[in-house]
């Protein structure tokens, strides 16, 4: 992974702890994320993550994103009507405010919230903070999206979301320096919506040896590393279970026009061994997987144009770890973060080898989905 990511020299860090929120989506339609879809990847289950910043030198705390929240008697009517043909399933267990009671943290110790975007399953419950917490969103948050339900009945966000004092909208920042260090970087990020938010958190500091190393959150940037993965500025380390090669092929039907190669491209990247860089832009082995689907996108080549930037200048960069909000590969069988308190800060996750983990085990899936794909047919 050669691509070197260009940010300004700091010696400043921020702590990041990784807080799994307890909540999941389950069977959620993947169509609505990405486009093609594979025979049995359909549906799955989606995790909720919060991530806890601190500067240690100002002794400020913030959050990144709160997710769903218990109550949901906010919600605008029409939103859930929306929801029902979906059939999803909504576990939550506790609000993230409650976990930082769990944890003794007091709320009145968090300075600010950064939302993402304005959408419920990440907005969470901002009531339950004191008045002296924060929230900062994105450019046209105001504008756009506010005073949302009730205070307007046709708005899909709702009011309470953003009733804290000392709302900050940031616009006219593309790049927010949050503590003036360069330790925390607010990125905007548009495409899922207007006002998306992510952001680039500072991990370690250079050294004569080493770069600086950063985590990345990338939010609703995408919600699959198969609308990003691969990418000709990504090399491809796999390995792949005995179990997989002895299993021949089945015949797939893709229903998609996109990228005639996909089923060629699976093969190679479940069969060939790793490859340079140095590869034909033409080459499937440099194309992701999926595409980034109309259905949840304000502006969906907006948002493929950012996931492709995402590729190419942060995950592809071994110095930074891309973490989107609904990143199962990084959780599921036995998974591969370390979450608030057990893990704080998780800093060292360079050294604890989070990023090779982690970065193609969505791939797993693909396998699982080959085999059932393959049993469907021999029936």
């Given at each position: 992974?050669?691509?070197?990511?260009?940010?300004?020299?700091?010696?400043?860090?921020?702590?990041?702890?990784?807080?799994?929120?307890?909540?999941?989506?389950?069977?959620?339609?993947?169509?609505?994320?990405?486009?093609?879809?594979?025979?049995?990847?359909?549906?799955?289950?989606?995790?909720?993550?919060?991530?806890?910043?601190?500067?240690?030198?100002?002794?400020?705390?913030?959050?990144?994103?709160?997710?769903?929240?218990?109550?949901?008697?906010?919600?605008?009517?029409?939103?859930?009507?929306?929801?029902?043909?979906?059939?999803?399933?909504?576990?939550?267990?506790?609000?993230?405010?409650?976990?930082?009671?769990?944890?003794?943290?007091?709320?009145?110790?968090?300075?600010?919230?950064?939302?993402?975007?304005?959408?419920?399953?990440?907005?969470?419950?901002?009531?339950?903070?004191?008045?002296?917490?924060?929230?900062?969103?994105?450019?046209?948050?105001?504008?756009?999206?506010?005073?949302?339900?009730?205070?307007?009945?046709?708005?899909?966000?709702?009011?309470?979301?953003?009733?804290?004092?000392?709302?900050?909208?940031?616009?006219?920042?593309?790049?927010?320096?949050?503590?003036?260090?360069?330790?925390?970087?607010?990125?905007?990020?548009?495409?899922?919506?207007?006002?998306?938010?992510?952001?680039?958190?500072?991990?370690?500091?250079?050294?004569?040896?080493?770069?600086?190393?950063?985590?990345?959150?990338?939010?609703?940037?995408?919600?699959?590393?198969?609308?990003?993965?691969?990418?000709?500025?990504?090399?491809?380390?796999?390995?792949?279970?005995?179990?997989?090669?002895?299993?021949?092929?089945?015949?797939?039907?893709?229903?998609?026009?996109?990228?005639?190669?996909?089923?060629?491209?699976?093969?190679?990247?479940?069969?060939?061994?790793?490859?340079?860089?140095?590869?034909?832009?033409?080459d499937p082995r440099t194309q992701p997987f999926s595409l980034i689907a109309?259905?949840?996108?304000?502006?969906?080549?907006?948002?493929?144009a950012n996931a492709t930037t995402l590729?190419?200048?942060?995950?592809?960069?071994?110095?930074?770890?891309?973490?989107?909000?609904?990143?199962?590969?990084?959780?599921?069988?036995?998974?591969?973060?370390?979450?608030?308190?057990?893990?704080?800060?998780?800093?060292?996750?360079?050294?604890?080898?989070?990023?090779?983990?982690?970065?193609?085990?969505?791939?797993?899936?693909?396998?699982?989905?080959?085999?059932?794909?393959?049993?469907?047919?021999?029936?």
């Amino acid at each position: 992974m050669a691509t070197k990511l260009q940010v300004p020299a700091s010696s400043s860090i921020v702590n990041v702890s990784i807080i799994d929120s307890t909540s999941r989506i389950n069977n959620l339609p993947y169509y609505i994320a990405m486009t093609p879809l594979y025979p049995g990847y359909e549906h799955g289950f989606v995790p909720c993550y919060v991530f806890l910043i601190h500067h240690p030198l100002a002794n400020t705390r913030l959050l990144y994103d709160l997710d769903l929240r218990k109550n949901n008697t906010h919600l605008n009517p029409h939103l859930v009507k929306k929801m029902v043909p979906l059939q999803l399933g909504f576990s939550i267990e506790k609000d993230t405010a409650d976990i930082l009671h769990e944890n003794q943290l007091g709320l009145r110790a968090i300075d600010t919230i950064i939302l993402s975007h304005h959408h419920f399953d990440h907005a969470g419950d901002t009531t339950k903070f004191p008045p002296t917490t924060n929230l900062l969103v994105g450019p046209g948050t105001k504008a756009k999206y506010r005073p949302g339900y009730p205070a307007d009945p046709d708005n899909q966000g709702s009011t309470s979301d953003t009733a804290i004092r000392g709302f900050c909208d940031i616009c006219g920042f593309k790049v927010f320096d949050c503590f003036g260090d360069g330790s925390l970087y607010i990125l905007h990020t548009p495409g899922h919506t207007a006002n998306h938010l992510s952001a680039l958190a500072r991990t370690t500091p250079a050294t004569a040896e080493e770069n600086s190393t950063f985590i990345f959150m990338a939010g609703d940037l995408v919600h699959s590393g198969m609308c990003f993965r691969p990418d000709s500025h990504i090399d491809v380390l796999i390995t792949i279970p005995n179990r997989a090669l002895n299993t021949p092929p089945p015949s797939l039907s893709i229903h998609h026009h996109h990228h005639h190669h996909h089923l060629l491209l699976l093969l190679l990247l479940l069969l060939s061994p790793p490859y340079s860089s140095e590869t034909e832009p033409d080459d499937p082995r440099t194309q992701p997987f999926s595409l980034i689907a109309r259905s949840v996108e304000e502006d969906s080549a907006v948002s493929q144009a950012n996931a492709t930037t995402l590729a190419a200048r942060f995950d592809a960069d071994s110095d930074v770890l891309a973490i989107y909000v609904r990143d199962d590969r990084l959780l599921d069988s036995g998974g591969v973060l370390e979450f608030f308190p057990k893990a704080t800060p998780t800093n060292e996750w360079k050294g604890k080898g989070w990023k090779i983990r982690g970065h193609w085990r969505f791939r797993d899936k693909m396998v699982r989905a080959f085999e059932a794909a393959g049993g469907a047919n021999d029936r």
